[in-house]
């Protein structure tokens, strides 16, 4: 089975940072494309960041050069390093993949197979 694992959510003040771990099974992250997405109570959902087979990535145009996705193909992990929290980024995240794509934007226009059960992040 296809499990993805998240931690690293806290609640920090503004200015600060923070890096969620997803921690995957079941498959090789490397032939996957993978993502994260957020959401908030009361509204959609929103993909965040994404990342391709051959590394290629995008962003949310509101987290472009605070934060930044990565992965360890040795370990089958996932990240996502936050910087500059600020409060509108408060929300639940989640890991995602997908297992046909073939651009660092795959969030953006398909949805995942797979999520994972989410971490909070909270910032004031």
């Known amino acids: 089975d296809v499990q993805l694992v998240e931690s690293g959510g806290d609640s920090v003040q503004a200015g600060g940072f923070l890096r969620l771990s997803c921690a995957t099974s079941?498959?090789?992250?490397?032939?996957?494309?993978m993502g994260w997405f957020r959401q908030v109570p009361g509204k959609e959902r929103e993909g965040v960041a994404g990342i391709d087979s051959k590394g290629d990535t995008s962003y949310l145009e509101s987290v472009e050069g605070r934060f930044t996705i990565s992965e360890d193909s040795a370990k089958n992990i996932l990240y996502l390093q936050m910087n500059n929290l600020q409060p509108e980024d408060t929300a639940m995240y989640y890991c995602?993949?997908?297992?046909?794509?073939?651009?660092?934007?795959?969030?953006?226009?398909?949805?995942?197979?797979?999520w994972g059960q989410g971490t909070q992040v909270t910032v004031s």
């Open positions: 079941g498959y090789t992250i490397r032939n996957y494309c």
């Open positions: 995602t993949s997908r297992y046909d794509c073939y651009s660092g934007s795959w969030w953006k226009v398909v949805e995942p197979n797979y």
